[in-house]
Each structure stands twice: as C-alpha cells, then as structure tokens.
C-alpha cells in the first residue's frame, strides 16, 4: 500500500524523515492520503518548523526503516486530523548546522540511516 511520509531536506544529504517523539520513542507518521499529509505538514509550518515535503512512499519499506532504526510507526486514516504536539525539538540531528554532542548519533549511525532512507526513495 503506498502511503505518504514527511522528509526534511528530500533527496539532500543531511535528509530527515520527520517523527513524533514519545517519550524515549520516535515514531514515523504514514498518512493514507497525500492531502491529509500536506495538512500536517501547513500545521508544522504555522508552528515556526521547517516546511518537509511530503512524499509516497511503499509502507513495507516505511515498516522496514522503522524496524531497522528501533523508530515506531503510525498509519493515519484518510481523513483523520492528526495535529502536531505542541512542543518540538529545538534541535534535530538532520539541521545542517547541527553540532556534535554525546546525545546526537556518530557518523556510522547517520550514514545507515541515510542509506536506509535512500533504500526507501
């Protein structure tokens, strides 16, 4: 089934598939339909966030990157008005002017999830 994920920076080399932080956990969204992405996505910028694109994607390969990173995930029903929290990160590892500290992922670790997330497109 295909469905429609959120990137940041699509097809760049810093990449980032957007998730909802849990707790410890992240989670990727899946939304059935592309209009009900690019709502979640308006509602993301009208949060001061950077703008990600929305894109389809085969939601096996979505459940595989999500197995492979320890990430969770969520299918989002047609319709459904999933709205973002209301507290964000101030920081995310795929910020191209991010700087290294103990609690963002070594060099290796970007590097297989940017090629899983490649393997994914």
């Given at each position: 089934?295909?469905?429609?994920?959120?990137?940041?920076?699509?097809?760049?080399?810093?990449?980032?598939v957007?998730?909802?932080?849990?707790?410890?956990?992240?989670?990727?969204?899946?939304?059935?339909?592309e209009?009900?992405?690019?709502?979640?996505?308006?509602?993301?910028?009208?949060?001061?966030?950077?703008?990600?694109?929305?894109?389809?994607?085969?939601?096996?390969?979505?459940?595989?990157?999500?197995?492979?990173?320890?990430?969770?995930?969520?299918?989002?029903?047609?319709?459904?008005?999933?709205?973002?929290?209301e507290?964000?990160?101030?920081?995310?590892?795929?910020?191209?002017?991010?700087?290294?500290?103990?609690?963002?992922?070594?060099?290796?670790?970007?590097?297989?999830?940017?090629?899983?997330?490649?393997?994914?497109?």
């Amino acid at each position: 089934m295909r469905v429609f994920i959120l990137l940041f920076n699509a097809r760049k080399e810093n990449e980032g598939v957007h998730t909802i932080q849990i707790g410890d956990r992240n989670k990727v969204l899946m939304f059935e339909l592309e209009e009900d992405a690019e709502r979640f996505s308006i509602l993301l910028e009208a949060q001061d966030f950077p703008i990600p694109t929305v894109e389809a994607i085969d939601d096996d390969e979505v459940k595989a990157f999500c197995s492979d990173a320890d990430y969770d995930w969520e299918l989002i029903p047609a319709g459904a008005l999933a709205i973002p929290p209301e507290n964000n990160l101030e920081e995310t590892i795929w910020q191209a002017d991010a700087k290294p500290d103990s609690q963002q992922m070594s060099q290796k670790e970007l590097d297989a999830i940017r090629r899983r997330l490649e393997g994914l497109l």
